[in-house]
């Protein structure tokens, strides 16, 4: 598929990259991964798998982009993450395009230390258990330094140290934290603001990850929040009061249940989650115009019943998405 050709400027939309829920690959729909085209930059919000292909497939240029935005740092939210500078920046492709300038990334700092869980559970990296996104980052540049020692002296192509710019978003002191109550109720609080866009954030419940963010964008042409992965949270609400779009995760229990899913694994899901049945009325709550529903699961739920159980208590704007989706911020 040729990518597609879109303007260098004009109003800010949304792309969906990748809608699919969970790290398990499928053949339906590529992974977790939002772009936010706001004029002549562009931010993207988590870099699920295929966001980088998605994102040229898109239309959208790497040379353009201001930014990366993490929620949490479950693998299917940052298996892309290193390959936007790997990949992106390693040189021109067939457009001439390429990640030409430090690229801000935000994500999560480290846990700080791992919850009880499933006693006798082996621990993996015991000297560094719950590393933060600074540490993810410089890893994989260590995983990866043979390959662009030797492009570096054969071909000339960028340090890519040099092309990210990491930050680890600061909790606010609000008797958050790993061991405890992960997302206790509190006010978003200020991440970034270069000029154009101005991004907020939340700490949002999500089983015992921690910390893991939602995000707000205010842009000249309206507001998008993203949800991240969470169960329903009054954080959320509060972050996209009077917004444009909420972009919000669902899962459908119902068909998680009948697909054969372990009770176990049930609990943990509801526990971790938005059901689609509470993401309307939330969205109701927050006086939002339009509910985006993306990181569906499980897959195979018809596009009609997402549709009908997101309405119930919601009287905006519902769109169920799918990969490869734009949807302009305002109609």
Not at 106 to 133: H, I, N, S
Not at 167 to 172: F, L, S, T
Not at 187 to 209: I, N
């Amino acid at each position: 598929m040729p990518p597609r050709e879109r303007p260098e400027t004009g109003s800010s939309r949304l792309v969906l990259l990748g809608t699919l829920g969970g790290p398990p690959p499928e053949p339906s729909a590529t992974g977790i991964a939002t772009a936010l085209a706001v004029r002549d930059r562009v931010y993207v919000i988590d870099c699920g798998r295929g966001a980088v292909s998605q994102y040229v497939r898109a239309g959208l240029k790497l040379s353009r982009l201001r930014g990366l935005y993490v929620t949490h740092l479950h693998a299917d939210h940052v298996c892309d993450l290193h390959d936007f500078f790997l990949l992106g920046g390693f040189g021109p492709n067939d457009a001439g395009d390429r990640v030409r300038e430090p690229v801000p990334v935000y994500g999560p700092g480290p846990a700080g230390a791992l919850p009880p869980g499933r006693p006798g559970a082996p621990v993996v990296c015991p000297d560094e258990p719950t590393p933060g996104t600074a540490a993810l980052m410089r890893h994989q540049v260590a995983a990866f330094a043979y390959q662009t020692n030797l492009f570096m002296r054969y071909s000339n192509i960028s340090d890519p140290r040099e092309l990210m710019d990491v930050h680890e978003v600061e909790v606010p002191v609000v008797g958050a934290s790993a061991l405890g109550e992960t997302a206790p109720d509190m006010e978003p609080f200020p991440v970034s603001d270069d000029g154009v866009v101005r991004v907020t954030a939340t700490l949002v419940p999500h089983g015992p990850v921690f910390p893991s963010f939602a995000y707000r964008f205010d842009t000249p042409d309206g507001s998008v929040v993203f949800s991240g992965d969470t169960a329903a949270s009054g954080n959320v609400e509060r972050l996209a009061h009077g917004a444009d779009v909420l972009v919000h995760e669902a899962i459908d229990l119902e068909a998680q249940r009948a697909a054969g899913t372990p009770p176990e694994v049930l609990a943990h899901l509801a526990e971790s989650h938005t059901s689609v049945d509470e993401v309307g009325p939330l969205a109701e709550r927050a006086g939002v115009s339009t509910l985006v529903l993306s990181h569906l699961m499980p897959t195979g739920v018809p596009t009609s019943t997402w549709y009908r159980r997101a309405r119930r208590g919601f009287t905006g704007k519902v769109v169920i998405g799918k990969d490869l989706m734009e949807l302009p911020l305002r109609a």
